[in-house]
């Protein structure tokens, strides 16, 4: 395994990995709860957070201007935070099962969600807004 690898940032198993849009940051999430963002030419850790539960994270995506991490898992949360002041913004508690997806639109308007009982939710992508935009509740 090379000195670099996100795999050497967590104490328990890495359950996915995402890449920035312009390939710069990685991030990766873990059943230890944390999430871990990297900087892909240094191989430099640039911060951890800690889900604020401590439950495990399964899933992340950074927004396409590379300036926030969702990340959500185990609690049935989604937590965003800052990668420019490395601290919470937001924590959407609408799911009610493991969020296992997530993904920002191209123009990071728009952060959508999905849980392990088929709900799929659509939210605004700004951190500072609370809206729900579209959800569908059997989304399997």
Known sequence: ELETS????????????????FGTLVASVSTDGTAVVWD???G????TFFSPSGYGLRTC?????????????????????????KELKRTITSH???VFALCYSPDGEVLMSS???GRLLG?????????LLVSADDAH
Do not use: M
């Open 61 to 85: 995506s950074i927004s396409p201007d590379s300036s926030l991490l969702a990340a959500g898992g185990d609690d049935d949360k989604v937590y965003v935070w800052s990668l420019v002041e």
């Open 123 to 131: 939210w605004s992508g700004h951190p500072s807004h609370h809206a």
């Open 6 to 21: 996100p795999l050497k940032g967590h104490s328990y198993g890495v359950n996915q990995v995402r890449f920035s849009c």
């Open 40 to 42: 892909v030419r240094s």
């Open 44 to 47: 430099d850790e640039l911060c």
């Open 96 to 98: 009610e099962g493991t």
């Open 115 to 117: 849980d392990v009982n």
